[in-house]
């Protein structure tokens, strides 16, 4: 990786101590869209990355149910959210619901469902920002109220909210919250990693 295959808009906020493909340190998780559709077409490719996520025994566990803009299901999707966060998704292009199902196949309990399904999501959301989408992840929103709305079976866990759409410039969102719309630095990795025991 060099230095020039950062964007400059995030080499401003983000230097890797150590060699990793550059299209990790690009993905962040802008809030600015333009408020334009986005056809299934634009939409598969997202999907088409999630699908060959790594999961245990193949499961494949994830699903996620979505609601294109200007369409009967957005309302469903765009009243789960806080009002923060109807702030700015009402730019989205489509807005998603991630599931992980608790079961595998032969009905015994899936252990690393969520883990998996979190692969999954990676997977969205590396394409879409390679693809100069926003992709922005979310858990500000009614989870209890999603299961039941979105008439969602018992022995699937909700886990988050995506919004997707085509970028703008950061002034297109309320000005309370153009000062967020910057790429987030990370902490070092001597604090989440132990060799041996947990410390």
Do not use: C
């Given at each position: 990786?060099?230095?020039s295959?950062?964007s400059?808009e995030?080499?401003q906020?983000?230097t890797?101590?150590?060699?990793v493909?550059s299209y990790?340190?690009?993905?962040?998780s802008?809030r600015?869209?333009t408020g334009?559709?986005?056809?299934?077409?634009?939409?598969?490719?997202?999907?088409?990355a999630?699908?060959?996520s790594?999961s245990?025994?193949n499961?494949?566990p994830?699903?996620?149910?979505?609601?294109?803009?200007d369409?009967?299901?957005?309302d469903?999707?765009?009243?789960?959210m806080v009002?923060?966060?109807?702030?700015?998704?009402?730019?989205?292009?489509?807005?998603?619901?991630?599931?992980?199902?608790k079961?595998s196949?032969n009905?015994?309990s899936?252990q690393?469902?969520?883990?998996d399904?979190g692969?999954a999501?990676?997977s969205?959301?590396?394409e879409?920002?390679?693809?100069g989408l926003?992709?922005?992840?979310?858990?500000?929103f009614?989870y209890e109220?999603a299961?039941?709305?979105?008439?969602?079976?018992e022995?699937?866990?909700?886990?988050?909210?995506?919004a997707?759409g085509?970028?703008?410039?950061?002034e297109?969102l309320?000005?309370a919250?153009?000062?967020?719309?910057?790429?987030s630095?990370r902490?070092?990795?001597?604090?989440?990693?132990?060799?041996?025991?947990?410390?």
């Amino acid at each position: 990786m060099t230095a020039s295959e950062i964007s400059p808009e995030v080499a401003q906020m983000r230097t890797p101590d150590h060699e990793v493909q550059s299209y990790l340190i690009n993905r962040w998780s802008p809030r600015s869209m333009t408020g334009e559709s986005m056809s299934e077409e634009e939409l598969a490719p997202l999907f088409e990355a999630a699908r060959w996520s790594p999961s245990s025994y193949n499961a494949q566990p994830w699903k996620f149910l979505y609601a294109h803009r200007d369409t009967p299901e957005w309302d469903l999707f765009y009243n789960l959210m806080v009002e923060f966060n109807q702030m700015w998704t009402k730019n989205a292009s489509v807005l998603l619901v991630v599931l992980s199902k608790k079961t595998s196949d032969n009905g015994h309990s899936n252990q690393t469902h969520s883990f998996d399904t979190g692969a999954a999501w990676m997977s969205l959301a590396l394409e879409g920002s390679a693809r100069g989408l926003v992709v922005h992840g979310m858990s500000g929103f009614d989870y209890e109220k999603a299961q039941k709305t979105l008439e969602i079976p018992e022995d699937y866990q909700v886990e988050a909210m995506i919004a997707v759409g085509k970028r703008a410039p950061k002034e297109a969102l309320p000005e309370a919250i153009q000062e967020r719309e910057l790429p987030s630095n990370r902490k070092p990795i001597t604090t989440f990693t132990s060799q041996g025991k947990f410390q």
